[in-house]
Each structure stands twice: as structure tokens, then as C-alpha cells.
């Protein structure tokens, strides 16, 4: 096969995006942004690959068009005995990181600006394969699904779009939601390598013009959604959540009667509670805002319940004192009363009462729920929280739930 078609004149002059061929493997490739670089594409066992060979230049840690086509007749050489040119490249053996040693030092760095334990422990249990538990001998606690272990032994710097592929393709249509949060994190961690140096070219996780011409597009696909009850059907259901006396029935009713998100109330301190007002500080908020929550007669009822039983500042305490009631016990109180739903559910049941069967506004349902409404520079005027008008919302709904009405 014919080498060498290239000159640097033509590398250097090179502006439009693709592949430009110098003979048997190895390519100039020109990023949309107009960044340069060799790679050598091969290949085996049946499936095509693509290694990175180094950015095109003359600078430090750049490639010339000479050293490019050294490297390429060193990887042909590689193949021809029935090496691995990922892990046998000598310019690659002293240099470059695994995919997994990388994401571990990036997530561990990372971490410290992350808001709470579990989403540190999403983005361990996703990308390395362990959770934040630790056995015995001190050794991390693997996680039940390991998705990423056959991308980790991979050469940060040849991660490449089958490798990708390969990770999300079995839980594309059964596990959409897992799958679109793995892909961007693959996309973040190899981002991180490229600022670090490591890497060079295209993002193979990228999703816009790239994995989104391969898969399914998102809206095809079967998204998980909280199970929730009819908003009609909920009023009989707290009447039966009443009957029960335990801090976990408490905990349940007292979300519903607030519209918080369950961790909210499960973390929920006593330092919180002001008057009849609940402010939940930013670092606890999904969205990283303070959430003013006013609280109708029958919230104050419960907090005055579990007082005379406080234990800790948790207003909802485990079964350690140091520690907050467990999602499980909230479900667990679902489960006991038969109910198809979610504890998480309920948000939905309000936004659908609050919008269909009241004339409150939207936007007094979307702040009830902590959601952000309008663009920018809407939310810069109305600086505001509605705190008077969202206490009459809240107590409609209160009086629902006990009448119906």
C-alpha cells in the first residue's frame, strides 16, 4: 500500500475537518476547531481501531510528519508479530495512563467539590467498579455492576469510540438513564485527560454528532420516572399513613405535606426550623439554592410529635442517633401500605393537583418544588421566593389531603 502522500506543507495548510490520508494506516486528522493530529487507524480481530499518535507540530510534545511516520512503522511492526500497539508503542510504555488510574485520580480530585457522599459514590461505583464501603482487610467494597472494567485497562490516551460503545450498548435500551449518566462521565474523564495532555483529537463519548448518529436518540428511549399516585387517590392514602405512629410514617407525611424531595427530609436538622418556616441550605438542595419551605398546622404537629422524642439534631433520626432515617425506611413504609408509588412520587401528585384542580400559578408550583422557572434574566427580576403565596398553596394542598376537597 502505497506511504508517504503527505508533505508537511500540506499538514500545515490543511484547515477542512476529516481524515487525510498519508498510505497504509496512518492519517492527519483536523478537529471542527481546527486542532491537528496523527492517528494511525488498523484493523483486529474484526473490529476497526484507532490510536492516537500525538498532536501535529513541531513544539514540545508535539508530532512532526517524520516522527508521525516513525511511530507508524513501529505500531505496523507491532501488529505484524501480533502485538498490542496500546500497550507496546514505546513512546506509550513509560507515558501513558490507563483509562481506570486516570478516572480514579480525576473522581478522588474531583470529589471534594461534589455536594453529598452519594453522588461521589455514583461516580466511584459507575467508573471504577467500587463503592465507598470498606471490607476487612480495608480494601473498597466492589460495586454490584461494574460497567466500565473493560475501559479501564485501556490506555487513557486510545480510548477510542468502540471502547465506548462497548460499555454502553448492552444497557442503552434497558438501563437508559444508567447508561446516558456513564456516557457522561466517560465524556468528562476523557475531556479531563485531554486538558491534562494525555490525550489528543475528538471526544469518543461525545454524544452530539457522534454517538448520536450510532444509538437511539433520547427520546426514543423508555426513561425511568418516579412511580406516583394519582393526585384523586391520595387523600385516602394519607388517611391510612395517619393510622401509623411510626418516625417513619411521620417522616413520609411530613414530605408529602411539604412537597420536599426525600433527602431533604431525611437530612433535615433541627438548627432548620425557624418559626413555621423551613430553610434548607443550599449544600442540601439538588439544585444548590437556598429553599425556604412554609409549614401548615399539621407539619408543626409532627415536628412538636417527634421533639418530645429528639435524640440528635436530626429532626428524623436512624436507628443511630448520628445518623438520619434510611431511604429504604421511607419506602419500606410504602411497601406496608400496598401502595404502588415512590416516596419521591408524591412531588408529582402535588404538581398535578396544584395544576389541575387549583388556579394557583405555575410558577408557584414550580417554586413550591424548588424548581428554577423562566430564563436568566426573568429569575435576575423576580428575586423573590413568593414565601406568603407559596403558604397559601401549601395550605390548599394540606386541606386536601384531608378532605379531598
Known sequence: MARNRLTTTQCNARRKAGKLADGDGLYLQTSPN??????????????????????????????????????????????????????????????????????????????????????????????????????????????????????????????????????????WKTKPETARRIRGRIERVLDAAKAAGERTGENPARWRGHLSELLSKPEKLQRGHHKALPYKEVPAFMKRLRAMSSISALSVEFTILTAARSGETRGATWSEIWDDVWIIPAERMKGGREHRVPLVSRALEILEAVKKVRTSDFIFPGFRDDRPLSDMSLSAVLRRLEVDATVHGFRSSFRDWAGDATDFPRELAEAALAHLVGDETERAYRRGDALKRRRELMAAWAQYLVSGK
Open 34 to 171: 481546527g486542532n491537528k493530529s496523527f492517528v494511525f487507524v488498523f484493523i483486529r480481530s474484526g473490529r476497526r481501531r484507532e490510536m492516537g499518535l500525538g498532536p501535529f507540530g513541531t513544539g514540545t510534545g508535539q508530532v512532526s510528519l517524520a516522527a508521525a511516520r516513525d511511530k507508524a512503522d513501529e505500531v505496523r511492526a507491532i501488529l505484524g508479530r501480533g502485538g498490542d500497539p496500546f500497550t507496546e508503542l514505546s513512546s506509550r510504555r513509560a507515558t501513558s495512563r490507563t483509562f481506570g488510574a486516570f478516572a480514579a485520580e480525576w473522581v478522588e480530585g474531583m470529589a471534594e467539590g461534589w455536594r453529598n457522599e452519594k453522588h461521589r459514590d455514583q461516580w466511584r461505583m459507575t467508573l471504577l467498579g467500587v463503592t465507598s464501603k470498606i471490607d476487612k482487610d480495608g480494601k473498597p467494597i466492589k460495586a454490584k455492576h461494574d460497567y466500565c472494567a473493560s475501559l479501564r485497562k485501556i490506555p487513557v490516551a486510545d480510548v477510542a469510540t468502540d471502547d465506548v460503545l462497548k460499555v454502553i450498548r448492552p444497557i
